[in-house]
Structures are given as structure tokens and as C-alpha cells.
């Protein structure tokens, strides 16, 4: 259908559309128009691929000057995959309504085979790739250069955004990092003193160009600092390299010395903690090493690896991390910390010792993207609490949104489980995790949710010792043979090919008979990449709250961090943590408007304003008082219920109500409805 | 580093991981007891290389590669004579090309290639700079100075952040506890319906919990408005001059293209004031006086009344 969006003609590839769709496209505009960010949060499984894409190419088509290209970063190839199929049949719409043979060109990113495209890239409107050519500085060097300034780009499931920004700029270096990295300068060493003797004009030729201060058409503009330091001065940038590493055996003597400081530094005995700039100070004292040679490390490895004509980079990855190392602790002296561990928490008898080098702030990371590109759009189903994003990314949206799902019968059920039959309370705090009792109550829930819902059951767990503490004891108490006479029971591991083992068997036992019960851990493989539609995932259990180990040093630097720089409560933080990751489990269930679920949230801890608060308003909608603290009989009630209001065939009826045809769309009351679904915050 | 062992005897490394190896000027280890024994014997020559050597010379070795302790050690040496920096020079291609001297120098002497002519140059570099190095230890320190006062105050400064937020948040836990207490005591003793005293109580929550919110709001400010951070040691260096046209005052005059507007010391006597409200008492006290409204409202009524011409 053709729409109008506020003047803006749109092509939509489809004869029904959905109200929060248009919504949708009109806070999309909106964000456009203003030139600005935007944070918007939709339920998945409405259809937010396909408002987005035909909304931006839209106005792309209206306004080819205010919007030059679209970016579009997906976090895994299967979710690039769909993108692409939607975009082709946005563009067949397009040839075959408007008649016209359409020029848009769209270049797809996704694995190594697939990367030389350079010169395209100038020429494509829209491409799509992973977040990770765009936020890590090692990576967007190389691909994504040239993007102009008036493009538009929008992160899609974008609720983990904050941890891939940090992942990007963290290093981490053990004893065995280090090992490697010494056999590398040996062998550079040789390569020099080899080819000294054959060849010795191409380290001259080197050198000369050093000395002038000009730089390789590649090598220029270090890029990685360059997109991270937007802030420094282009003189700086421009910088020849210290004459201390000019020559290639001066270098490798000088990366000797630093190899040889972090092997002293990582032998020590107790946990250290520092910043980066206390660090570099320790450097100047022990081995003479500057500020300014280190930051440029990289670039003259880089240089020098390309001199010697070094054919294998794979080998050299070592050097390669401590160097990219040495760049960063040099460039930035706040947001970052220095954590080095002689050895594991739970392993404190084995000698491992490790150097953190991790970011505690997301915002370095993903600045320059948001003060290079005029309009930036992050979007999920779960990112609620909404204000939380642009106070950690720092930065200023002109929109920010959260969408419900109209629905034309409530196909979703949330409810939250506080205690067992014997009005035990049900959590996983950690106090309470050996509690015989509360295990118990927990394998009673499992056990008579596998008589009463039909096909496939998803349960998560916090960890994986959790889970394997829970499966054992339920092995102990029997409840897992009464339960595997309801159902078969599958598990998810650490380890990818059992997974992926246990997950097609799993379907396969959904498709025949009685169904299966999956027990997998909320921040697995399974929780961030699988759907669950229809009979695969009928019920979703989440067994406790989902927090993170919160002992770990990092992350202890990483909440006075945000308590010092962003007034972000500690506490808050970590709830807010706990529930994305929550709702992004119990979300797998729900990918349609036919498709419903059960979502059993079994901590008495849901029950309570702060975390009830905190998930997204599509599931909060349906979280009613009655729904809070119920104990396994009154759940196995409510769930009957509703099961059996689901099973009856569902009559279609929802036109006019959750699928509008276009003379519906533009009835006034219908606009009216369209406003309030969106909840500006 | 633990598997190295003593070049002389071996075995006693491994025996007693106690020991230290130590290091001289010419890059070979030597575990301590093995120095020991080496000039009790009155020989002061070394076990790998035979190049004489001094007791006082032997350092406890940092690192697993004698040469880097070694290495270390020489450009310790040439940096307290090379100590230049970057503002001695004209442009960055010189200081550019003075640090790879400098680098030269020690690779040399390193790698004993040339160390008479390299310890020549030295020497020579020390005579003609002699000042130049002197001016710039001395800054070096008062540089040093300074970063550790810094970082004091940095450290202190955390610390009291953290102390505070502590006691807010003390603070703010005692206040609820007392709220929720007094609500129990006037249950208990007084005679207003329990509803009331409820409501009360509820009202008494929010207003807690509002300024809860402010106060988290309350930023704490690190830098003064001009963007000099808090705490800054002042720099002691005169301020340059500016020198600017002075400001003078010229009253603003106002058209009003029609009868002008009447003073507001004539206002009683042309009869204005008998049609406005004259002032009480109250309203004296605090500067006001009737003529004030009345001229005002005669303004706004005057330079309404004409549009400019042209």
C-alpha cells in the first residue's frame, strides 16, 4: 500500500498494516526531520524491519540530498540475512508500483569473502552490516572510511549495545599472549637482519619516509585514533612518528623492553588496580618508555609489517593485540582501569595471571559515531528503562519512544511466581541458592508446568553452575524422572556443538508428541540468538534474576564508574542489567500476533516496583496486581486458563482492530488510537 | 623467570626459589650467594665475559632478559645528560631527529659497538650543555612535584565522594526508618482516624522520596563556569594585558512617533493618578508607589498608538 506518513509518500510492501507499524514510522520521521538520535523500543515480531526500511528509503527517494545513505548494523548474519530478504521485496514493491527501474544499490557486509568492497561502498544507498565495522576503531578503519556525514544509521537489537562498545576497546593479556609476542620480535628481528642483507633500500626507503613525517596512503590518518579522538587536534593526528622508534631495530628494541615490563608486571601475587595514566607513569620509571612513542605503536608496526613484507598478519596477532594495547593506554586517561589478577576468584590455587585492560565507558567508543553521522537510530524490542541509554552513551536523542503491541486478544501472559505451595519464597538470591526447599519448590513449578502446557517449554537459569547445581539436585529429589514422564528434558552447555545438538533434537521432540523442555542460561547462545515461535516455545520459565557475577573486579570499577560520572546508582545499574537480559529471554517467545506464550518470571523479587519497572512496557502492560507474587497452584490455574482461551481457533478477526487495511489507517479515530500507542519518555 | 638458573652453580636456583638473580654492567646474571663468593676470592671479573667488575654495580634483576636490565640501566645514564625535551627545540623534525641520536647512543653502548667514540660524544654533548642540563633537571622535578600533588588531591578527592555518598545514603535509609516509626507512634496515641493519619503518612513518602530524587539530581560541579577545573594550582605568571574600548553608558531613548509620554514626576500633577488604585501601606513599605503602574500603563498605551512612517 502507498502510505502518508506527514506528507511523505511511502511505499509499503504490504496490504495490511499493523497500528504500531505506522506509529512506528512516524516517530522515525519525526527523529529524521529533527536531524537528530533517536531511541525507540518495539516489540519484536511487529514488523520494525520493514517500517524502518521502507520509511528511510522513502525519504531517501523524497530527500536525496538530506539523506545519503543508510547504514543498517545487525548484530549476526542470520539477522543481516533477513534484512536483506525484506529489502528485496521493498524493492520489487517499489519497481512494481512506481513503474519505474529503481537505482538504489545495496551492499551486504557479512563475512571475509565479502568484505573487499571498497569502491561500491561510494555508491551504495543502503548497507548493512555488523555493528562491529562501525563501533570497533581496529575494524572501522579499514570499512567503513568513507561513509559520508548525511547518512542515516540504525542500530537494530541494539539493547547490548554498551557491551559491545566496551568489548571493543578491552584487551586482555595473559602469560601466554605474552610468550607469543616475544617469539614474534625474535622473528622480526631476523626478518630485519635478513633482509639488511639482501635488500637493505626498503628499510632505508622506510626510514626516509619516516624522517619527513609523510605517511602511507593507508597507514595515514591512524584511523582508529582518529574515529576515537574526534577531540584532538588534526596537528596532533598529523604527527610524524618519535624519532626514538624511527629505525626498524630501534623499534624492535623498544618493543622488547615493553614485552619485558608486562611479563614483571604480571608477576606478582596480589590483585593491582590502577588507571591508565598511573600506569604510563610506572612505565616512564621502570623502563623509560614515553607517552608519545607508545601511542604510536601501532602505526609503526603496521608500517613495518608492510616494509618487511611479512605475508602471514595471522601470525603476528600477538604483537599485534600488545601493540593496539600500547595505543590505547596512551590515548586515554579517563574511562579506562587497569586490573591485573595473579589469578582467577574461583581457581585461586592455579597460578593464571591475567592484565585487564577493560573500558568502563561505553561512550568512548561509540562518540564518534553519533558526532559523525547526523541521525542515529537505536532500536530493540527490551530497552527499557529507556532513559538509561542515552545517559551511559552519552548523548542527546530527540526522540525517544517506547511502542505496545495492539493486540486482538491478549496473546501474551506474564506472571510472577513468589512462592512454593508451602509458602516458601522462590529466588535465586544467593543466600538462599543451596536452600533444599527452594530447589524444591523450583523442580515443583517445572514439574507441573510440563503437565499442563502443550509442546515446547524454554526454562533459563543465571549461570551455568546454578543450573548445574539445580539439575543435580533435582536428579537427587526424583523430580526429573516425574517431569521426563510429562516430557523430555534437554540442556544447554558451554560448549557450541552440544548446544546446537540439543536444539535441533529439541525441535524435532516438539514436532511429534508431548513436546520437550529446554533448560538453557539467560546470557547463553540460546537466549540471544534463538526464536522460540508457536509450538516451539509455548511457556518461558525464568528461573531467578538474571544479575551478573557481581564480584568480579571489572565489574566493581566499571559501577564506580557510573556512580561517579553519571550519578547512575549502583543497584540500579545492575537491575537494569538483570531485566534487559530477562526480557530479551522471555521475548524469544512471542515472534507474532498469532503466535502466544506464557511468561513465568519465578522470583518473589519480580513482584517489586524497581524491577517490575523496568520491563518493557509491551510485557508491563499485561503484568496486572494479580498477577504478582502467586504461588504454584494459583499459576497453574491462571495458566490453564489461559491455555485453553489460546487453543481456540482464533478467528481472524483482528482487522480493524491489530491490522489495518489503508481506508482503516486513515479514519480519524483510528490516527487518535495511533497517537497514544506511542509513550514519549 | 623462576626457571632460569644461576649460570655458576646451577642447581641452587631451582633448590631455593628465595634466591635473586643479579645483574651487572656487562648483561650476565649471577645468583647472590654466587656474588658473594666471587669477591670473597678477591676477583672482581666476570664468569661469562671476564670484564672487570665492581660489587656496588650488581642490581637485583627485574627482568627475565639480562639485556633489557642492561639495556635499562645505560639509557638510565644517558637521559640524566640527554634530557632535552621537546620545547628546547625550534620544530618537531629536530626533536624528532635529537631523540633518535639519543637512541643511537644507547643502542651502541648496549650492544658494545664503538664504546669509545660513543662515551667521547657523551662527554662532549656534557661539556657544551653543561646549563642546559642543569635547568632542566631542575625542572624535571618541580614537574614530578606537581603530578604527585596531583594525583593526591585526586586520590583524596575519591575518597571523600565515596565517604559522602555513604552517609547519604545512611542518611536517607534512617530517615524512612523514622518516618515509618512516627507513623506507628501516632497510630498508637492519637485521636484522627486511622485514614487520615494513612494519607498523611503516604503524603509525608512521596515528599521523602521527591527530594531523595532531587538530591540525586544535584550534580557535583568539578570545573568553574569559565572551564578552569576546581582545584586547579593557580599559575603564578602575570595575566596579559587586554586592552579594550570602555564601556560608557548613553541612556536609550524611546520613539514613540506620537505625544510623548508624560514624566513620571509629572504623573500626580496632570491628573493620571486620580484613576489608579493608590497605594496602601503595605505596598509603600516595599518601594512601590501608585506613579510606577500608571506610568507603565501609559507607556504600553502610548507606543502602541502610531506605526512608524516609512
Known amino acids: ?681 | 623467570m623462576d626457571d632460569q638458573g644461576c649460570p655458576r652453580c646451577k642447581t641452587t636456583k631451582y633448590r631455593n626459589p628465595s634466591l635473586k638473580l643479579m645483574v651487572n654492567v656487562c648483561g650476565h646474571t649471577l645468583c647472590e650467594s654466587c656474588v658473594d663468593m666471587l669477591f670473597v676470592r678477591g676477583s672482581g671479573n666476570c664468569v661469562q665475559c671476564d670484564t672487570p667488575l665492581r660489587k656496588s654495580n650488581f642490581r637485583v634483576q627485574l627482568f627475565e632478559d639480562p639485556t633489557v636490565d642492561k639495556e635499562v640501566e645505560i639509557r638510565k645514564k644517558v637521559l640524566k645528560i640527554y634530557n632535552k625535551r621537546d620545547f628546547d627545540f625550534s620544530s618537531l623534525r629536530e626533536y624528532n631527529d635529537y631523540l633518535e641520536q639519543v637512541e643511537e647512543i644507547v643502542y651502541n653502548l648496549t650492544n658494545n659497538i664503538e664504546v669509545e667514540r660513543t662515551k667521547q660524544i657523551m662527554e662532549a654533548y656534557q661539556r657544551e650543555n653543561r646549563d642546559v642540563i642543569q635547568k632542566n633537571k631542575a625542572k624535571l622535578t618541580r614537574e614530578q612535584e606537581e603530578l604527585e600533588e596531583l594525583l593526591l588531591l585526586e586520590q583524596q578527592d575519591n575518597e571523600q565522594r565515596r565517604l559522602e555518598t555513604l552517609q547519604e545514603e545512611q542518611r536517607q535509609l534512617q530517615a524512612k526508618r523514622k518516618n515509618k516509626q512516627a507513623l506507628l507512634d501516632e497510630l498508637e496515641r492519637s485521636h484522627v482516624p486511622a485514614t487520615i493519619l494513612l494519607a498523611q503518612h503516604k503524603d509525608r513518602a512521596t515528599q521523602l522520596e521527591n527530594q531523595i530524587e532531587k538530591q540525586k539530581q544535584v550534580v557535583k560541579t568539578t570545573i568553574f563556569s569559565t572551564g578552569i577545573p576546581m582545584g586547579q594550582t593557580v599559575l603564578l605568571q602575570p595575566v596579559a594585558r587586554i586592552a579594550e574600548v570602555l564601556y560608557s553608558y548613553k541612556p536609550i531613548e524611546i520613539n514613540t512617533y506620537g505625544p510623548p509620554v508624560p514624566e513620571l514626576e509629572q504623573l500626580g500633577r496632570l491628573g493620571y493618578l486620580n484613576h489608579v488604585r493608590a497605594a496602601q501601606p503595605q505596598d509603600m513599605a516595599g518601594g512601590y508607589t501608585s506613579g510606577l503602574a500608571c506610568h507603565r500603563a501609559i507607556q504600553d498605551a502610548f507606543s502602541g498608538l502610531f506605526p512608524p512612517l516609512g
Open chain 1, 1 to 681: 500500500m502507498k502510505l502518508n506518513i506527514e506528507g511523505l509518500l511511502v511505499y509499503f510492501p504490504y496490504d495490511y498494516i499493523y497500528p504500531e507499524q505506522y506509529s512506528y514510522m512516524l516517530e522515525l520521521k519525526r527523529t529524521l526531520d529533527a536531524k537528530g538520535h533517536g531511541v525507540l523500543e518495539m516489540p519484536s515480531g511487529t514488523g520494525k524491519t520493514i517500517s524502518l526500511l521502507s520509511l528511510i528509503v522513502a525519504y531517501q527517494r523524497a530527500y536525496p540530498l538530506e539523506v545519503t545513505k543508510l547504514i543498517y548494523c545487525s548484530r549476526t548474519v542470520p539477522e543481516i540475512e533477513k534484512v536483506v530478504e525484506e529489502l528485496r521485496k521493498l524493492m520489487e514493491y517499489y519497481s512494481k508500483e512506481a513503474g519505474e527501474k529503481n537505482n538504489f544499490l545495496a551492499l551486504a557486509l557479512s563475512s571475509r569473502k565479502n568484505l573487499c568492497v571498497h569502491p561500491e561502498i561510494v555508491h551504495a544507498n543502503i548497507i548493512v552490516y555488523s555493528y562491529h565495522y562501525l563501533l570497533d576503531p581496529k575494524i572501522a578503519d579499514l570499512v567503513s572510511k568513507e561513509l559520508a556525514k548525511k547518512s542515516v544509521v540504525v542500530f537494530d537489537e541494539a539493547h547490548n549495545i554498551d557491551n559491545v562498545c566496551i568489548d571493543s576497546m578491552s584487551v586482555n593479556i595473559t602469560r601466554r599472549t605474552l610468550d607469543r609476542s616475544q617469539a614474534n620480535v625474535e622473528t622480526l628481528q631476523s626478518t630485519i637482519l635478513k633482509i639488511k642483507e639482501t635488500d637493505a633500500a626498503k628499510l632505508k626507503e622506510e626510514y626516509r619516509r619516516l624522517v619527513e613525517g609523510l605517511k602511507e596512503a593507508n597507514v595515514a590518518r591512524e584511523t582508529d585514533i582518529y574515529m576515537s579522538n574526534p577531540v584532538l587536534p588534526d596537528e596532533v593526528l598529523q604527527e610524524a612518528v618519535p624519532g626514538s622508534i624511527r629505525t626498524a631495530e630501534h623499534f624492535v628494541g623498544f618493543m622488547k623492553r615493553f614485552l619485558e615490563y608486562l611479563k614483571a608486571r604480571l608477576r606478582i601475587h596480589h590483585v593491582v588496580q590502577e588507571s591508565a595514566p598511573q600506569f604510563l607513569k610506572d612505565i616512564s620509571e621502570k623502563v623509560c618508555i614515553d607517552r608519545k612513542p607508545l601511542r604510536f605503536c601501532a602505526e609503526r608496526l603496521r608500517s613495518l609489517l608492510r616494509t618487511l613484507e611479512i605475508a602471514d598478519i595471522a601470525d603476528f596477532s600477538a604483537i599485534t593485540l600488545i601493540s593496539n594495547f600500547a595505543t590505547l593506554v596512551s590515548t586515554y586517561s579517563k574511562g579506562f582501569t587497569i586490573i591485573i589478577e595473579p589469578f582467577e576468584d574461583r581457581t585461586p590455587t592455579i597460578a593464571n595471571p591475567v592484565l585487564h585492560f577493560s573500558c568502563m565507558d561505553p561512550s568512548i567508543a561509540i562518540k564518534p559515531v553519533f558526532e559523525r553521522f547526523q541521525s542515529v537510530i537505536i532500536t530493540s524490542g527490551t530497552l527499557s528503562p529507556l532513559d538509561i541509554y542515552p545517559r551511559i552513551l552519552d548523548f542527546h536523542p530527540v526522540t525517544t519512544a517506547s511502542f505496545t503491541m495492539t493486540l486482538a486478544r491478549t496473546c501474551l501472559c506474564p506472571l510472577v511466581v513468589g512462592r512454593g505451595n508451602d509458602q516458601v519464597a522462590m529466588t535465586s538470591k544467593f543466600e538462599t541458592r543451596e536452600d533444599f526447599a527452594v530447589i524444591r519448590n523450583y523442580g515443583n513449578l517445572l514439574l507441573e508446568m510440563s503437565a499442563i502446557v502443550p509442546d515446547g517449554i524454554v526454562a533459563f537459569f543465571t549461570s551455568y553452575i546454578y543450573m548445574e547445581n539445580i539439575v543435580a539436585s533435582w536428579y537427587e529429589q526424583g523430580i526429573l524422572e516425574n517431569v521426563q514422564r510429562n516430557k523430555l528434558i534437554f540442556i544447554e552447555t558451554p560448549d557450541a556443538a552440544e548446544t546446537s545438538m540439543a536444539l535441533e533434537k529439541y525441535q524435532e521432540a516438539c514436532e511429534n508428541g508431548r513436546g520437550a523442555i529446554l533448560l538453557s542460561v539467560a546470557r547463553g547462545k540460546v537466549s540471544e540468538g534463538i526464536d522460540f515461535v508457536h509450538h516451539f516455545g509455548r511457556a518461558v520459565i525464568m528461573f531467578g534474576v538474571p544479575y551478573v557475577y557481581t564480584q568480579s573486579r571489572i565489574l566493581k570499577a566499571r559501577l564506580e564508574y557510573l556512580r561517579d560520572q553519571f550519578q547512575i546508582r549502583e543497584n540500579d545499574f545492575l537491575t537494569f542489567d538483570a531485566m534487559r537480559h530477562a526480557a530479551q529471554c522471555v521475548g524469544r517467545a512471542i515472534r507474532g500476533k498469532t503466535d502466544y506464550g506464557l511468561m513465568i518470571f519465578a522470583d518473589k523479587r519480580y513482584a517489586r516496583a524497581d524491577k517490575r519497572g523496568k520491563l518493557p512496557r509491551w510485557i508491563q502492560e499485561h503484568l496486572t496486581d494479580g498477577s504478582l507474587n502467586l504461588t504454584i497452584d494459583e499459576t497453574v490455574q491462571l495458566s490453564k486458563h489461559f491455555l485453553r482461551q489460546m487453543a481456540q481457533p482464533f478467528k481472524q478477526d483482528q482487522l480493524g482492530l491489530s491490522l489495518l487495511t489503508l481506508e482503516q489507517l486513515q479514519s480519524e479515530e483510528m490516527l487518535q488510537k495511533i497517537a497514544q500507542i506511542a509513550h514519549q519518555v
